[in-house]
């Protein structure tokens, strides 16, 4: 009996161990399937999020406005590629703006190229009273030459052609704007956002020359009193 129970004790102790370590085994192995599928999970919330911001900043309304679009081809072994080049303006009408050009097979897709273009390369400019440009201003870019002015409220925006829809989209409503040169859509354009990129607002630059506004603005002739109401009346 003694025999029988010691040779029969290796034998039950080997079946639950070795059951055990199977279990253990593919425990283990769910355990790495269940890691990777939340570590890929998290990945999953990681991109949840990343789209998160992109419905907001899908969520902001902005202005489209397609400029130009030509047929443009490429040649190739065998003939030629034809293809579209779209030329998008994007603004939120509240000070900034961008512009972006792209191509495609396609109107649809050279278009949605070129929005997403415009999107990234968004400029914020200063505007006086939320309507007009601070001062004039010159921009040049190759053989285009534009010279922007501000103008009192009911001007409305004389401009005509590509800079028309970046004014729209910028948000300015009282502008008067002449371009010199090249009637080129891009070059244009280019200019357009030279001029700006350079404009300037008062508490811009007070801050930069360490000083007050209403300094600033005393100096065309204007009482103290006259240049402080002026200073707090200035909306950027």
Same mark, same amino acid.
């Given at each position: /009996?003694?025999?029988? #129970?010691? #040779?029969?004790? =290796?034998?039950?102790?080997?079946? =639950?161990?070795?059951?055990?370590?199977?279990?253990?085994?593919?425990? &283990?192995?769910?355990?790495?399937? &269940?890691?990777? &599928?939340?570590?890929?999970?998290?990945?999953?919330? &990681?991109?949840?999020?990343?789209?998160?911001?992109?419905?907001?900043?899908?969520?902001?309304?902005?202005?489209?406005?397609?400029?130009?679009?030509?047929?443009?081809?490429?040649?190739? %072994?065998?003939?030629?590629? +034809? $293809?579209?080049?779209?030329?998008?303006?994007?603004?939120?009408? %509240?000070?900034?703006?961008? +512009?972006?050009?792209?191509?495609?097979?396609?109107? =649809?897709?050279?278009?949605?190229?070129?929005?997403?273009?415009?999107?990234? %390369? /968004?400029?914020?400019?200063?505007?006086?009273?939320? *309507?007009?440009?601070?001062?004039?201003?010159?921009?040049?870019?190759?053989?285009?030459?534009?010279?922007?002015?501000?103008? =009192?409220?009911?001007?409305?925006?004389?401009?005509? $052609?590509? /800079?028309?829809?970046? +004014?729209?989209?910028?948000?300015?409503?009282?502008?008067?704007?002449?371009?010199?040169?090249?009637?080129?859509?891009? #070059?244009?354009? *280019?200019?357009? +956002?030279?001029?700006?990129? #350079?404009?300037?607002?008062? %508490?811009?630059?007070?801050?930069?020359?360490?000083?007050?506004?209403?300094?600033?603005?005393?100096?065309? $002739?204007?009482?103290?009193?006259?240049?402080?109401?002026?200073?707090?009346?200035?909306?950027?």
């Amino acid at each position: /009996m003694a025999d029988e #129970n010691i #040779n029969e004790a =290796p034998i039950a102790a080997e079946h =639950p161990q070795g059951g055990d370590a199977q279990e253990t085994r593919e425990g &283990r192995g769910r355990g790495r399937g &269940r890691g990777e &599928r939340g570590e890929r999970g998290g990945r999953g919330r &990681r991109d949840d999020r990343r789209g998160g911001r992109n419905e907001e900043e899908q969520g902001e309304e902005l202005i489209e406005k397609l400029v130009h679009i030509n047929r443009v081809s490429k040649t190739v %072994k065998g003939g030629k590629r +034809f $293809g579209f080049a779209a030329l998008v303006v994007v603004g939120d009408g %509240k000070g900034r703006v961008g +512009f972006g050009h792209a191509k495609a097979r396609e109107v =649809p897709e050279a278009i949605t190229k070129a929005t997403a273009s415009a999107k990234k %390369k /968004m400029v914020r400019v200063a505007l006086k009273e939320g *309507r007009t440009l601070h001062h004039d201003g010159r921009g040049h870019f190759g053989a285009g030459k534009v010279n922007v002015r501000s103008a =009192p409220a009911g001007t409305g925006i004389i401009a005509g $052609g590509p /800079m028309r829809a970046v +004014f729209e989209s910028l948000g300015v409503h009282d502008v008067v704007t002449k371009s010199v040169g090249t009637s080129n859509p891009y #070059n244009m354009i *280019r200019a357009t +956002f030279d001029a700006l990129v #350079n404009q300037t607002s008062p %508490k811009s630059v007070a801050q930069r020359r360490g000083k007050k506004v209403a300094d600033l603005l005393g100096r065309g $002739g204007a009482t103290e009193a006259e240049a402080e109401a002026a200073a707090e009346a200035i909306v950027e």
